[in-house]
């Protein structure tokens, strides 16, 4: 997806700082060259030397080292790389761009590139309400600075909680494919981000559609999530519980949503697809770390979960690999069952989505199994399909779904994962246009999450 791709990585000097390392190896997984730029104040935080560990790259800090204006020079670095990200961007960091500053490299590099720049905020978030640092980002924005986050939630500082946490590394990343996403990609969805800013509240996921422009459709300024895919359920550093889920039916309606106008996130699971262009996917791995992006990616006016969300992982994974005795006795795994993620978000007591749907992937007595699960989780819709080994449905390209709601069982004909993905949107948007529907089913039990193809 990065493949070769260049990213100018400036480490601002906030606490944040840490997770600037976790960005780098996320972003040299997936094929990205990594340069670092760290701030005197990020070298507070984290060293130059781990950053250098983990991007395999020279890390530059000085605007007046003799060695390196004489090897590459601080224009060099702004202009060969595709894209510069600022992570974290500090209220200083921010400051000083806005207004022009150059007293140090990070600010002479970003008023030296003709390159995009994208910037994920962290700071306490007193200090992100704060009207200067609102006007700063408004000015950037309006410079043509893009934006990632920042979310709310807890801060360092104890007992603070807002809006000002940077966005997690894994979206950042999303942030950083879309704004690569190619030559016909338009600037950054700013009007949104904008909008957000303004009014202090914070942009909780990156605002999807982020680097296009957003088409016109009956979701038009609705936000829908989708999950997709299986999830990977660790054994050990090398195994892992899985499903046969491809995630085709979650990404197309993700794509469908996106393509009828929504802001789309897509939380997906480790899958073979490409992103849908004008959504913004969220990668995970296990149902755990699922939870958490739906979390973060909430509020949403319509969720969607289609994922085969594993419904058990295992007990305290090995943290080594796990050797074959001698003499035979094979390990014996202890499962516990996984979150809950359908049920969690349809209970919701407050900030739950219009419409929650949900999908249930069955090999048997498949109506009655989706009845049960809508008044089992409380969701209001749910999807059921036949993923029985004959029914072709896991990993192939069409479905035989029915549509279960409180008024009844609805049976769609077999058709494209694309149809269905449209049918469905375009059955969300009408429900959204009346205000949301009635929910199917009653709330509270238990059971588990897991459903499509
Ligand atoms: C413990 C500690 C944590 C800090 N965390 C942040 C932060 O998260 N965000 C921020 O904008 N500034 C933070 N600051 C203040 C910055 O470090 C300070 O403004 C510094 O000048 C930023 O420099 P730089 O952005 O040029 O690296 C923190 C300071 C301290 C002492």
């Known amino acids: 997806m990065l493949s070769g791709r260049r990213v100018l990585l400036i480490i601002g000097g906030g606490v944040a700082a840490y997770k600037a390392l976790d960005l780098i190896r996320r972003l040299k997984e997936r094929g990205a060259v990594v340069r670092c730029v760290m701030t005197d104040g990020a070298q507070q935080f984290v060293t130059p030397l781990s950053a250098a560990a983990l991007s395999q790259e020279k890390v530059f800090t000085d605007l007046f080292s003799l060695t390196d204006e004489a090897d590459i020079g601080h224009i060099s670095l702004s202009r060969e790389a595709d894209l510069i990200v600022v992570a974290p961007a500090t209220a200083d960091l921010m400051a000083k761009a806005a207004n022009g500053l150059a007293n140090d490299l990070a600010t002479n590099i970003l008023l030296a590139t003709d390159k995009p720049v994208l910037m994920a905020p962290a700071m306490n978030p007193r200090m992100w309400g704060h009207p200067a640092t609102r006007r700063n980002a408004a000015?950037?924005?309006?410079?043509?600075?893009?934006?990632?986050?920042?979310?709310?939630?807890?801060?360092?500082?104890?007992?603070?909680?807002?809006?000002?946490?940077?966005?997690?590394?894994?979206?950042?990343?999303?942030?950083?494919?879309?704004?690569?996403?190619?030559?016909?990609?338009?600037?950054?969805?700013?009007?949104?981000?904008?909008?957000?800013?303004?009014?202090?509240?914070?942009?909780?996921?990156?605002?999807?559609?982020?680097?296009?422009?957003?088409?016109?459709?009956?979701?038009?300024?609705?936000?829908?999530?989708?999950?997709?895919?299986?999830?990977?359920?660790?054994?050990?550093?090398?195994?892992?519980?899985?499903?046969?889920?491809?995630?085709?039916?979650?990404?197309?309606?993700?794509?469908?949503?996106?393509?009828?106008?929504?802001?789309?996130?897509?939380?997906?699971?480790?899958?073979?697809?490409?992103?849908?262009?004008?959504?913004?996917?969220?990668?995970?791995?296990?149902?755990?770390?699922?939870?958490?992006?739906?979390e973060v990616a909430l509020p949403a006016d319509a969720a969607v979960f289609t994922a085969a969300v594993a419904d058990w992982r295992v007990a305290g994974a090995a943290e080594e690999k796990i050797k074959k005795q001698g003499g035979g006795g094979a390990p014996s795994l202890n499962l516990v069952e996984n979150p809950d993620i359908l049920a969690s978000v349809s209970r919701m007591k407050a900030g739950r989505p219009q419409l929650v749907v949900g999908f249930a992937a069955e090999t048997e007595k498949v109506l009655a199994h989706a009845q049960a699960k809508l008044a089992r989780k409380g969701c209001d819709w749910i999807v059921a399909n036949d993923v029985s080994p004959e029914s072709g449905v896991m990993g192939g390209d069409r479905n035989t779904v029915h549509l279960v709601t409180a008024e009844g069982v609805e049976d769609w004909p077999t058709m494209g994962k694309d149809e269905v993905a449209r049918r469905l949107v375009a059955r969300i948007a009408d429900a959204l246009a009346r205000g949301g529907v009635k929910a199917g089913g009653k709330r509270g039990g238990g059971g588990q999450s897991g459903a499509a193809s």
């Not at 000002?164 to 338009?186: C, D, F, N, T, Y």
């Not at 909008?195 to 509240?201: E, L, R, T």
């Open 139 to 294: 000015a950037l924005a309006g410079d043509g600075v893009l934006f990632v986050g920042p979310n709310s939630g807890t801060m360092a500082e104890r007992g603070e909680s807002g809006v000002g946490r940077m966005a997690e590394p894994l979206e950042i990343v999303a942030a950083v494919e879309s704004a690569l996403a190619g030559p016909g990609a338009a600037p950054a969805a700013q009007v949104g981000y904008q909008n957000v800013i303004y009014q202090g509240q914070g942009a909780a996921p990156p605002a999807p559609g982020f680097g296009r422009l957003q088409p016109q459709g009956p979701l038009t300024g609705l936000r829908v999530l989708v999950t997709s895919g299986p999830t990977h359920e660790p054994i050990d550093p090398v195994r892992y519980i899985a499903n046969r889920s491809s995630g085709r039916q979650g990404h197309a309606i993700a794509l469908a949503a996106a393509q009828a106008g929504a802001h789309v996130t897509l939380v997906s699971g480790p899958v073979n697809l490409p992103a849908p262009p004008g959504v913004h996917v969220v990668h995970v791995e296990s149902a755990r770390e699922m939870l958490a992006a739906v």
